[in-house]
């Protein structure tokens, strides 16, 4: 029996792992994102899936773990003085935008025929926006540090903060609903005083308790004791702040915070990294599985309904807010879309309206199903705003866009490499016309003396507009290599009397190149590499004649590898790469000569013994 409960436990956590394995690299490839992999593996193998999990509450329990530390890896990038900063954002933007749209949602359930108390309780849930999903969507687009993903995080701070008096009203609200014991001002004030005390707390012990504690380990130089220690830290701030009635989440960020000006930084956020990342994926799963489809199959109607209502009504109070922050137009809809959906924190404001008698299990269900659904929601919706939303135009004021250019040297691309390129060139008192289509660069470059017209060297066109034909010389500076051999192909096709010099982002692009028949290409990191191992020779006390000489050799190396594998591909030549593996040598001298057995085996040892 032992053994049976083994196999099942040891089959289901399989079968976790197999699903996200699977669906995760399936949905990313068709440009659906991880988290809706990861939710649509839940429901897979969940209880309204393949039914290899019963108890998905369970595994959510553990799972928001993930989210946890998540967040202590977001505080540990917000210093507090940035925390600071932020102040405006997390109780002016956050308030604002939290109040606004909880009025709105319990609109949508008190016109529609639900009581007020049920009404609240229900659209102050779908208020808290999935940190879960934000903080991901985020990540996986690079927006963490931008003004916009800023923003988004201050209001999902104010969000963790406001689960603390949205469960104090709803024990406020529990003898309205229910006639249980009246719960008195007193007793909401206290739990918001308990609930500051243990932020309070918090604070003190991470200023004066945490660096010295890891300072001691440390010292210790066992590495396991240190993830030990990281792990409590996440932990032990989450169940402290979760016992002052906070949100776990909130307790392993100020954790973060506390720590995000330690010496130990880097090495807890490497610590807790492969639990966030596995744990995380775990909540989503988890989330998929919690999907009641027989709830939804009987009320499919309701749902439906309450799902657009909630997410169209929060994204319109979402944008009205920023747009009365003086956010534009594009800002204020990226963030309506992606916060519009409801979020973990609502199952917990939602499990405690039922105990306290608000809405029965039924309504708990549905509520938690139209949760789910606007989860599942939210990553389709932003593939919708991605190709529905215009692309947005660059300004191009004060900008001159190429027309009919004479200069006897055509630049293309003026980023960190052109910008050094030129500099001989007008030095030497040369004409030299400059292209480039980024905007910024080109008004940058004004700034600083440089004239730069606007125009995409890709298109012919503009190659002729720019006087490519008449140049006595063109230099392709851009710095993506596949643009770099379209316009060298273009050029040879078109112009191929005209000497085109290109930059190679790497070897394979250079190979590229050189087919396109460009005159010169130079690999954009190889001649400074080499300048910089041959000043290491020279400090190292080699002869500078001999580190000059040790350089030439290694171009010469370099380009014999290249012509091979001009013919042989990217895997030839490498005999011409001197690589830094030991070469097997005997385990140990031999005892003595090697003997001839023969008249023809002396006649070969004594050949190499007359040539010494």
């Given at each position: ?541 080699i002869d500078e004649e001999e580190a000059a000489e040790t350089i030439r050799d290694v171009r010469e190396r370099d380009d014999a590898r290249l012509d091979a594998q001009l013919v042989g591909g990217l ?42």
């Amino acid at each position: 029996m032992a053994a049976e409960a083994s196999n099942s436990e040891l089959i289901q956590v399989v079968a976790l792992l197999a699903a996200g394995v699977v669906a995760v690299p399936i949905f990313k490839r068709i440009g659906l994102g991880s988290i809706l992999g990861y939710l649509a593996a839940g429901l897979a193998i969940g209880p309204f899936g393949l039914g290899i999990f019963n108890d998905s509450g369970a595994i959510l329990h553990v799972a928001e773990l993930g989210v946890v530390m998540f967040l202590f890896i977001i505080g540990l990038e917000m210093r507090p003085s940035r925390l600071w900063s932020l102040r405006r954002e997390i109780f002016g933007l956050g308030v604002l935008q939290v109040g606004f749209c909880a009025v709105l949602l319990t609109g949508v359930g008190y016109f529609t025929g639900f009581p007020l108390a049920q009404s609240f309780v229900a659209g102050a849930g779908f208020v808290l926006t999935s940190t879960a999903i934000v903080m991901q969507l985020l990540e996986e687009r690079g927006e963490m540090s931008s003004p916009g993903g800023q923003r988004m995080i201050s209001i999902l701070l104010l969000e963790d903060i406001a689960i603390v008096p949205l469960l104090a009203l709803v024990a406020f609200l529990a003898p309205v609903a229910a006639g249980h014991p009246e719960t008195t001002w007193i007793t909401v004030l206290t739990n918001i005083g308990i609930g500051i005390g243990a932020i309070v707390g918090l604070v003190v012990a991470g200023r004066y308790l945490l660096n010295p504690l890891f300072r001691i380990l440390a010292d210790s130089k066992a590495r396991e004791v240190m993830t030990a220690a990281a792990l409590l830290v996440v932990l032990g701030s989450a169940l402290a702040l979760q016992m002052g009635g906070l949100s776990m989440a909130m307790g392993a960020f100020l954790a973060g915070v506390l720590l995000s000006e330690s010496t130990f930084r880097h090495q807890l956020e490497a610590d807790v990294e492969p639990f966030r990342g596995i744990l995380l994926g775990l909540f989503f799963l988890a989330v998929g599985m919690s999907l009641n489809l027989s709830v939804v199959a009987a009320n499919w109607q309701m749902v439906l309904f309450y799902v657009l209502a909630y997410m169209i009504v929060k994204a319109l109070g979402i944008y009205l807010i920023a747009r009365l922050l003086k956010s534009d137009h594009a800002q204020a809809i990226e963030r309506a879309v992606v916060m519009a959906q409801g979020g973990e924190f609502a199952f917990v404001l939602y499990s405690a309206a039922t105990t306290a008698g608000i809405i029965d299990g039924e309504a708990n269900s549905l509520l938690t199903a139209i949760v789910i659904i606007s989860m599942v929601l939210t990553p389709l919706a932003i593939i919708g705003l991605r190709y529905l939303t215009p692309k947005e135009e660059q300004s191009l004021e004060d900008v001159d866009v190429v027309d009919d250019l004479h200069g006897s040297v055509l630049v293309i691309g003026f980023g960190r490499f052109g910008q050094i390129a030129t500099q001989p060139l007008l030095l030497r008192g040369l004409d030299v016309s400059i292209i480039d289509n980024d905007v910024e660069m080109i008004q940058a470059a004004a700034t600083f003396g440089f004239k730069v017209y606007y125009g995409d060297g890709t298109r012919l066109d503009i190659l002729h507009a720019a006087g490519a034909g008449r140049a006595r010389a063109v230099l392709i500076c851009v710095d993506k290599g596949e643009i770099a051999v379209k316009i060298a192909e273009q050029m040879k096709s078109e112009y191929p009397l005209v000497p085109v010099l290109a930059r190679a982002f790497d070897r394979g692009i250079a190979m590229d190149l050189i087919q396109a028949g460009v005159d010169y290409q130079l690999r954009e990191t190889f001649e400074s590499a080499l300048s910089f191992g041959e000043a290491t020779l020279r400090k190292l006390g080699i002869d500078e004649e001999e580190a000059a000489e040790t350089i030439r050799d290694v171009r010469e190396r370099d380009d014999a590898r290249l012509d091979a594998q001009l013919v042989g591909g990217l895997a030839a030549g490498r005999g011409f790469f001197k690589g830094n593996m030991p070469i097997p040598a005997p385990l140990a001298p031999p005892k003595r000569p090697g003997r001839a057995m023969s008249e023809e085996t002396a006649t070969v040892l004594v050949k190499p013994a007359a040539a010494d």
